[in-house]
């Protein structure tokens, strides 16, 4: 069992920056992929960013390539979301989530359904 908790969500204005983070506690965290997920009202859960056990392998959605960064300190259990030049239509409830890989690179990072563990989320909301 993962634990998962985010926190740094809040509100912004557009152009501004945030970091949310991910703290994990239970089973040893550095066996887990872990990936950023929002949800918007009235659409569906999307991918925003994933990161590899050891953290060598990241990948991140189009739509905040150059703009988001993930990255994971296994030391101190906790991913990070970076969030620079922020959009109002980034606003959402975004999450964390885990599962165990063990490859450096995995081809459904994208698919929410094949994560284990969720956190409960953290609102983000950016004004224009």
């Known amino acids: 069992q993962v634990q998962l908790v985010e926190s740094g969500g809040g509100l912004v204005q557009a152009g501004g920056s945030l970091r949310l983070s991910c703290a994990a506690s239970?089973?040893?965290?550095?066996?887990?992929?872990v990936a950023w997920f929002r949800q918007a009202p009235g659409k569906e859960r999307e991918f925003v960013a994933a990161?590899?056990?050891?953290?060598?392998?990241?990948y991140t959605d189009g739509s905040v390539k150059g703009r988001f960064t993930i990255s994971r300190d296994n030391a101190v259990n906790t991913v990070y979301l970076e969030m620079n030049s922020l959009k109002p239509e980034d606003t959402a409830v975004y999450y964390c989530?885990?599962?165990?890989?063990?490859?450096?690179?995995?081809?459904?990072?994208?698919?929410?359904?094949?994560?284990?563990?969720w956190g409960q989320g953290t609102q983000v909301t950016v004004s224009s």
């Open positions: 989530s885990a599962k165990i890989v063990s490859r450096a690179y995995w081809s459904d990072y994208r698919n929410s359904r094949t994560y284990d563990y």
């Open positions: 239970g089973r040893t965290f550095s066996n887990y992929a």
């Open positions: 990161i590899s056990r050891t953290g060598g392998t990241t």
